[in-house]
């Protein structure tokens, strides 16, 4: 198998002959970057959840965008941006063969005017990016078919949750991550089929369960211990989860409960030949994360499915579409995506950003039922033909060489450089997070904390530890986050309570949080199983399983490091000791 030196960090990675096959058949080059290089560079241009005070140039009107206004990208109110009155063609730029691609391409992007945020079929959803067919969310971002869901990232087809990251078909659902189709879960971690339940980790089909981990269809079981239905109300009812007190408590126990459960090496249901976290009817997919539905042949790719075939370094792709490489956000009934960025329903196009039903286009942005286009500018089948060859051999011989004097070339994904984002304002801070000084030092630029200038009129601290009946004046205050003296980057120091989450908690029977949204983000973030994967033995020394009193030892991927202490366990023994 040949060995590559990461011309980023200069690690080795293999390239397999399937690897190779899949380059050809995009017709790339072999990467020079590994992938988490590349990944970190693809992060770099992904900020879901970080939305900033901009104006629109269209109508000059206050609006609130994903794009920071010192990136200097043009915004238009998203519903005037999808308008038929404006054409992007009208933007086009010739090529020029003196000026680097990606050069060119960096001066279109700040040509083109883009909508404020990513949005599709939304109804009185406001604050949310990356969203399509929502009805009455806010603050939610990267989601997907959702009514009534706030302060959400990675949601599909959510009913009334508050609070949740990497969630799909749940309801009435606060503070869970990772979990599939739980009804009244509260504190909740990579769990499935579960309701009327909180504080859990690892549990299948569990109904009534309080403090539990590895749980098979269970029920009335508090911390691991079976109590009768009459037992299990009695003991509930001392926990009063509307309390903050107990709220932290419980959560602090449930991070230690979480370091002693049982560990299965990844997660993987009716999936073959796969290694990956957290995957579902997958097929041949290698070293992936997060993919479901009719899936197959996808390598170093995260968040998708659903038809998904021949994906290598993606995120965010899928929906019946193949032969996707190094794209973000991309696909639905299409193939043949090249370091896309919101490119849907098309075929054939490449290093272009937020088109929409197009064909062949090369470094086009904001088209909409367009064919043969470069740079937004219209050209023959034959013309389009011949400058894109020219131009692929251009990026190939000439290539861009960023801020760090590395090189990005044919194949590559947008160089971090051309990025509108700071660093910490996009996935990269979320799955590769670096601090200020490696940032900088890594050429991406950063958002340092400011001062907010909301006016705190009430401190966390001084909240009522329980919901009080006096909701309405709450609403009005200004919250100092929790954190606020930590001054983390992110943190927006000060933060208010919107109707529906005062609702919600009252519904719930919940707690005020004390945290801004952002910081309950990080904080939610930690109980995220990781997309990395690193080879380890089992080590499982259960003398009744068939390796007897040695260790097991069997091989196995997994998204916990090495160095990390938890029972992570092959899939084997994980199934004899949930069993047993
Ligand atoms: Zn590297
Ligand atoms: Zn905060
Ligand atoms: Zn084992
Ligand atoms: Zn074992």
Redesign the pocket.
């Known amino acids: 198998m040949p060995t590559s030196h ?1 011309c ?4 080795s ?1 293999s390239i397999t002959d399937g690897d190779t096959a899949f380059y050809r058949t995009m017709g790339v080059p072999a990467p020079l ?2 992938p ?2 590349r990944a970190r560079r693809r992060f770099s241009w992904r900020n879901e959840r970080s939305l900033f005070k901009s104006r629109c140039a269209r109508s000059n009107h206050d609006l609130i965008s994903t794009f920071p206004p010192e990136s200097g990208i043009v915004v238009f109110d998203r519903d005037l941006w999808w308008q038929d009155d404006w054409d992007a063609l009208s933007y086009g730029m010739s090529y020029d063969p003196a000026i680097s691609f990606f050069d060119q391409f960096g001066a279109l992007l700040k040509h083109v005017p883009f909508p404020a945020v990513f949005s599709a079929r939304c109804q009185n959803t406001s604050y949310c990016n990356h969203v399509g067919e929502m009805k009455d969310c806010y603050l939610t971002s990267a989601s997907w078919a959702c009514d009534r869901v706030l302060y959400g990232n990675q949601m599909i087809s959510l009913r009334d949750c508050t609070d949740g990251l990497g969630l799909g078909h749940c309801e009435l659902c606060y503070e869970c991550v990772g979990c599939e189709g739980l009804y009244n879960c509260v504190y909740a971690i990579d769990s499935e089929g579960c309701s009327d339940c909180a504080f859990l980790y690892d549990c299948l089909g569990c109904r009534s369960c309080f403090g539990c981990n590895n749980l098979r269809h269970a029920s009335y079981c508090l911390f691991n211990r079976q109590c009768s239905k009459a037992e299990y109300a009695a003991e509930l009812a001392n926990l009063n989860l509307g309390s903050y007190a107990v709220l932290s408590q419980q959560r602090a126990q449930l991070i230690t409960r979480i370091q002693s459960a049982l560990h299965r090496a990844s997660r993987q249901r009716q999936c073959e030949e796969s290694i990956g976290e957290h995957l579902i009817e997958c097929r041949n997919c290698e070293f992936c994360y997060n993919l479901s539905g009719r899936t197959r042949d996808c390598k170093y790719t995260m968040m998708g499915g659903m038809g998904l075939n021949d994906a290598y370094d993606c995120y965010g792709v899928g929906e019946s579409a193949e032969l996707m490489y190094e794209s973000i956000d991309s696909g639905a009934n299409g193939m043949h995506y090249l370091a896309d960025l919101v490119v849907w329903t098309c075929t054939d196009v490449a290093y272009s950003i937020n088109c929409h039903n197009c064909q062949n286009c090369f470094g086009c942005i904001g088209l909409r039922g367009k064919s043969h286009c470069i740079f937004n500018q219209q050209y023959s089948a034959e013309q389009y033909k011949a400058l894109r060859a020219q131009i692929v051999n251009h990026m190939q011989h000439s290539p861009y060489l960023d801020r760090r004097g590395r090189a990005h070339t044919y194949g590559d994904f947008f160089p971090s450089d051309l990025s509108p984002f700071a660093y910490n304002d996009t996935l990269a801070q979320d799955y590769l997070p670096l601090n200020e000084e490696d940032a900088l030092s890594e050429g991406f630029r950063w958002r340092s904390y400011t001062e907010k200038s909301a006016k705190i009129t009430i401190s966390a601290d001084t909240l009522p530890d329980q919901l009080a009946n006096e909701l309405s004046a709450l609403a009005h205050e200004v919250i100092g986050c929790a954190a606020y003296a930590e001054k983390r980057p992110r943190c927006t120091s000060a933060f208010r309570l919107c109707a529906a989450e005062l609702e919600f908690y009252q519904r719930m029977n919940l707690p005020l949080p004390r945290y801004c949204p952002n910081c309950r983000h990080e904080r939610r973030f930690g109980f995220r199983r990781s997309p990395w994967l690193w080879q380890r033995e089992c080590s499982c020394r259960e003398g009744t399983h068939p390796h007897g009193p040695r260790a097991c030892t069997a091989p196995m991927w997994t998204s916990f490091a090495p160095e990390r202490k938890e029972r992570v366990l092959c899939e084997r023994c994980y199934e004899l000791l949930i069993m047993g």
């Open positions: 990461c980023s960090c200069s690690c990675f970057w590994c988490t290089c």
